[in-house]
């Protein structure tokens, strides 16, 4: 027991400078760490920031998706009453009227007649 107060009494400054830099160590640990922490979370938040914003874009697109489906829709409805009434002749209310014969010769002889 004497021979532990003996070097106790000669190295105590030692001893009280270990147990302060390990102390300080262990303080410095938490420091590094709780800024990494720190900027860990700043990038998570700036990161669910970005994802905000295209989620809102996202949005966008999606509307302007189906804005332009129907518009397509309208468009093939369009095209196919257009290709359908091409192909019938449209009902006049006056129906063509019959040339007669005679209207029919006076004028072929007025086309062939020499001048």
Same mark, same amino acid.
């Given at each position: 027991?004497?021979? *532990?107060?003996?070097?106790? =009494?000669?190295?105590?400054? *030692?001893?009280?400078?270990?147990?302060?830099?390990?102390?300080? *160590?262990?303080?410095? =640990?938490? #420091?590094? !760490?709780? &800024?990494?922490?720190?900027?860990?979370?700043? $990038?998570?938040?700036?990161?669910? =920031?970005?994802?905000? $914003?295209?989620?809102?874009?996202?949005?966008?697109?999606?509307?302007? !998706?189906?804005?332009?489906?129907?518009?397509?829709?309208?468009? $093939?409805?369009?095209?196919? &009453?257009? &290709?359908?009434?091409? #192909?019938? !002749?449209?009902?006049? $209310?006056?129906?063509?009227?019959?040339?007669?014969?005679?209207?029919?010769? !006076? =004028?072929?002889?007025?086309?062939?007649?020499? &001048?």
């Amino acid at each position: 027991m004497e021979m *532990i107060t003996r070097i106790l =009494n000669k190295s105590w400054k *030692i001893i009280v400078g270990l147990v302060v830099i390990l102390l300080g *160590i262990l303080t410095l =640990n938490n #420091f590094r !760490k709780r &800024k990494k922490a720190e900027k860990i979370d700043k $990038k998570i938040d700036e990161n669910e =920031n970005a994802v905000e $914003k295209l989620q809102g874009k996202v949005e966008q697109v999606e509307d302007q !998706k189906t804005e332009v489906k129907k518009k397509i829709v309208a468009k $093939k409805k369009q095209i196919q &009453k257009t &290709k359908s009434s091409k #192909f019938k !002749k449209p009902a006049s $209310k006056h129906p063509p009227k019959k040339k007669s014969t005679a209207a029919a010769k !006076k =004028n072929i002889i007025s086309k062939t007649k020499k &001048k």
